[in-house]
């Protein structure tokens, strides 16, 4: 196996990341950039499914990425029950209403957040800044 070139996306310890979004193109997409960028990535559908999937997974899940607006269990939803069960965990939020977000109280001012649509290049930067 060869060390990454020099592009600078890839992670150099094989970083977790789950991603959790109710529509499934999204989050296919955003597992699928996340794969292309040198992150591992699991799916889930909802928050529920996501505090299962931390619990279960047989290794570290070192960042959360959520959608906010989920039916059940919102995206700040979880990630109260992330901060409170695994404290410092990173969690990124992403949402298509950016202004409802923030406007409706969703999320406080300076949360991390990615507004959709994002391109690969967006994600990994927000990524990797949450994880440095």
């Known amino acids: ?10 992670p150099a310890g094989g970083y977790t ?10 989050r296919r997409l955003a597992v699928r950039m ?15 499914e996501a505090l299962a999937a931390i619990e ?14 989920m039916p059940g269990m919102n995206g700040r939803e979880l990630g109260r029950q992330v901060e409170r ?20 109280g969703l999320l406080e001012p300076g949360a991390p957040f990615l507004a959709k649509p994002f391109t690969q290049e967006d994600l990994a930067a927000k990524v990797r800044s949450l994880l440095e």
């Open 1 to 10: 196996m060869t060390a990454p070139g020099p592009q600078g996306d890839r």
């Open 17 to 26: 990341v789950l991603v959790v979004d109710d529509e499934e193109a999204v």
């Open 34 to 48: 996340l794969t292309w960028t040198g992150y591992q990535a699991i799916e889930a559908r909802h928050g529920r």
């Open 56 to 69: 279960q997974h047989s290794g570290p899940i070192h960042l959360v990425l959520t959608d906010i607006k």
């Open 85 to 104: 069960r695994w404290p410092g965990k990173p969690i990124l939020y992403m949402s298509g209403f950016a202004s409802e977000v923030f406007q409706g």
